[in-house]
Nanobody, 133 residues
Framework: QLQLVESGGGTVQPGGSLSLSCTTS????????VGWFRRAPGKEREGVSC????????NYTDSVKGRFIISRDNSRNMVTLQMNNLQPEDTGAYYC??????????????????????????WGQGIQVTVSS
């Protein structure tokens, strides 16, 4: 059973930055797509960003484009979500999730990622991010 662990959450003021990490100690993330999701108080879970297993494909929800950057270092078995210019509406519990995900493209089978939770088999416990003055 793959166990994902998030780290790097906390409380910051508006305009501040945090870097969330997702890793696992019992297996490898090399061949898995990873997504970051968040749940704000009183709201449904939302896809924030995702990255394919190769790192060649990334996606962001509109509200974080230009502020968040997702990356992965397979040699360290880690996926990072760098969050800059944080705003109060970014407050919530952040979860990383992983799954094997490919799609058939113009060049054949290609690594992909998803911004919705259904394809993801493995989930972390979540970590709190609070943006408040």
């Amino acid at each position: 059973q793959l166990q994902l662990v998030e780290s790097g959450g906390g409380t910051v003021q508006p305009g501040g930055s945090l870097s969330l990490s997702c890793t696992t100690s019992r297996a490898t993330l090399d061949n898995l797509a990873v997504g970051w999701f968040r749940r704000a108080p009183g709201k449904e879970r939302e896809g924030v960003s995702c990255i394919s297993s190769t790192g060649g494909r990334t996606n962001y929800t509109d509200s974080v484009k230009g502020r968040f950057i997702i990356s992965r270092d397979n040699s360290r078995n880690m996926v990072t979500l760098q969050m800059n210019n944080l705003q109060p509406e970014d407050t919530g519990a952040y979860y990383c999730a992983a799954t094997m995900l490919f799609q058939i493209g113009s060049r054949g089978l290609q690594a992909a990622c998803a911004m919705f939770p259904d394809p993801y088999n493995y989930w972390g416990q979540g970590i709190q991010v609070t943006v408040s003055s």
